[in-house]
């Protein structure tokens, strides 16, 4: 044990005692020492005990001491205990000068009440006249009886003894003071600390009282993994995944937690907070929770806090957002589109084939006539291919069926296709793809998707160009770049580029024809497969569209898209 753990367990168990206990412990070592002398006298110092001036010590101390014990102390004022070590003073002074034949050395015993007074923290200035002015007159009367020749032994009783005892009483005194200036600050500082526990334990209940408040589900982990923080709305949300299958099955395969496409269940590897302990960075990551009626569509994300010390991962929120009915609603909206555009089909169809025949089978039109029917021909043909985008838009929305597919070949289908339209726009297209390249994916949405890339990477390139198409394979991923040389565009546009119908500035002024439906078409078809789409362009430098699936290899776990910047 630390001498400080010994001095603070000798304080508490002083503090713990009675006042008549405290007085009785303080005069404890003075009275063992004068009743070691007594007992020793009769031995050592033969006829010792005869004197009477050391017999009246011996008396006045052995009253004081039971005065310690007899004496209700608690009842008198505190102040009142150090009439105690006074009278010691006293009874010392007799009982030292009537052995100082014998035992000359017994005014160094009135350090006990020198240190009593000056540690009492009471009568400063007394103590400290006290401390020397007790010594002196303990050893004043042999002084007196051996002048006018005194000893050396007598004046430096005199003068250097008290003088030891007040720089004793002032050590004392000036320690105390020091070590009461502490306890002042420790007990600010514990009030500080009390104040701002409290006031952390009250924005404790507020940040509570909001989170539990909000519809918004909210997981905080730290960098272990553990859960440290969990909101009632997501409890409420953890009770949709809750199985209520009667055989049992393990935790992790027993939630019902699905996938986009709201069958298939979420393998754990993809669980949102899984992904956020791993150190991932998500938004917009959409789940179905629960079955049945009850099913609901949550959109998740996270974000990563760091770590004080070195910077490194510290843990990771998570949030969960019910997006049931906007997903209801765009649904129907997409479904109302496919019905409206599908509608339009039939008369389209009709006016067009109208204008071919009119237009093939009378050639006596005049050129102002012929000039009106190409007119309404055009503007038909482009209703027919807006119909058509809205048609596919719609039909994005449905599941894709996955199965083992070559991309190689996909590829090639894409650019045969897109051939004739890079030869008019005078656009060079080259292809680096390894073959084979297999992939989960659906062949006919895929194809789909890589048609809308290449047709727009060349529809945007007007003045000519180059566009690339490369692939490659990376840790269980397929990534697909397609690059033009074309207007490009600029980092707020790249950031809207797959909202529906949105359209670029340059695009509008060029009056490159389109709707602004193929790249929002494309990006629900690559995250129906479980990937992501990502694009970086300049103005004036070309876009680059860069596509991320899993590979999706037999009897292997696929981690999740990377990151792609």
Known sequence: MSEQAILRSASRFFRKLRPRARLAVCELPLTIIVAGIVIAAPTVWPGLLQNPLFATGVVLHGLLFLSCLLVPWE??????????????????????????????????????????????????????????????????????????????????????????????????????????????????????????????????ALLQTI???????????????????????????????????????????????FGQDRHTPLPPEKDPVLRAVRGETFSDYLLWFGEGTEQRAISTAARGMPNDADGGFGGAVVFFRDLTDVVNALAAKDELVANVSHEFGSPLTAILGNLDIVMRGAPELDAGSRRGLEVAERNAERLRVLVQDLLSSAASVESVQLRRTDLAGLVENSLGSARAQADAANVGLVADVPAPLWADADPLRLGQALDNLVSNAIKYSPDGGLVSVRASRDDGWVRLEVQDTGMGMTKEESARIFTRFFRTRAARQAAIPGAGLGLSITKSIVERHGGSITCDSS????????????????????PLPPVLT
């Open 75 to 204: 009842r008198l004022d505190p102040r009142a205990s150090l009439v105690i070590p006074i009278l010691d003073l006293l009874a010392l002074c007799f009982t030292r000068n009537g052995a100082f034949n014998v035992v000359p050395g017994l005014t160094v015993l009135s350090v006990f009440p020198v240190i009593w007074l000056a540690a009492s923290g009471m009568l400063a200035k007394t103590s400290l006249i006290l401390g020397f002015a007790g010594p002196f007159l303990i050893a004043l009367p042999v002084l007196l009886a051996h002048l006018p020749n005194p000893t050396a032994s007598d004046i430096s009783s005199v003068v250097l003894l008290p003088l030891m005892m007040f720089a004793v009483a002032l050590s004392i005194r000036l320690a105390g003071s020091y070590a009461r200036l502490q306890e002042r600050r420790v007990k600010h500082r514990d009030s500080a600390l009390r104040q701002l526990l409290s006031a952390s334990r009250d924005r404790e």
């Open 211 to 257: 989170l539990d408040t909000i519809d918004v589900g909210i997981v905080a982990v730290d960098s272990k993994g553990e859960t440290v923080l969990v909101n009632n709305q997501q409890k409420a949300f953890l009770g949709l995944t809750a199985s209520t299958a009667g055989a049992p099955q393990a935790a992790t395969e027993s939630r019902l937690v």
């Open 539 to 558: 103005p004036g430098k070309g876009s680059t569209f860069t596509v991320a699936l899993p590979a999706g290899l037999s009897g292997e776990q696929d």
